[in-house]
């Protein structure tokens, strides 16, 4: 089993930037697909990037690309969301999710969630 713990969520005005964590514990993180879902009040929970085992493969949905990024740092067992140029409706509970075994932009086909983070972007 692995844990997931995020970290580096605030409050932010538009055009500022932050820098979310995940910290695995119990399993070497380099080896599962991380996912990044953000949970907005009232909205359900959406997908915002994933990064594949190698580090190099990304997808990130369109309402965040160029904006945001995400990287592995495997001496670290974590995984980063570097958030750029943010906007209001970036206001949410971000989450990071791990799947050993596949890549997806469903939330239920990921096994392991943290507790997630609140973003919160000031206008």
């Known amino acids: 089993q692995v844990q997931l713990v995020e970290s580096g969520g605030g409050l932010v005005q538009a055009g500022g930037s932050l820098r979310l964590s995940c910290a695995a514990s119990g399993r070497i993180l380099s080896t599962y697909i991380v996912g990044w879902f953000r949970q907005a009040p009232g909205k359900e929970r959406t997908f915002v990037g994933a990064v594949l085992s190698n580090g190099l493969s990304t997808k990130y949905s369109n309402s965040v690309k160029g904006r945001f990024t995400i990287s592995r740092d495997n001496a670290k067992n974590t995984v980063s969301l570097q958030m750029n140029s943010l906007k209001p409706e970036d206001t949410a509970v971000y989450y990071c999710?791990?799947?050993?075994?596949?890549?997806?932009?469903?939330?239920?086909?990921?096994?392991?969630w943290g507790q997630g983070t609140q973003v919160t972007v000031s206008s």
């Open positions: 999710a791990a799947d050993p075994t596949r890549w997806s932009m469903k939330v239920e086909e990921y096994g392991y």
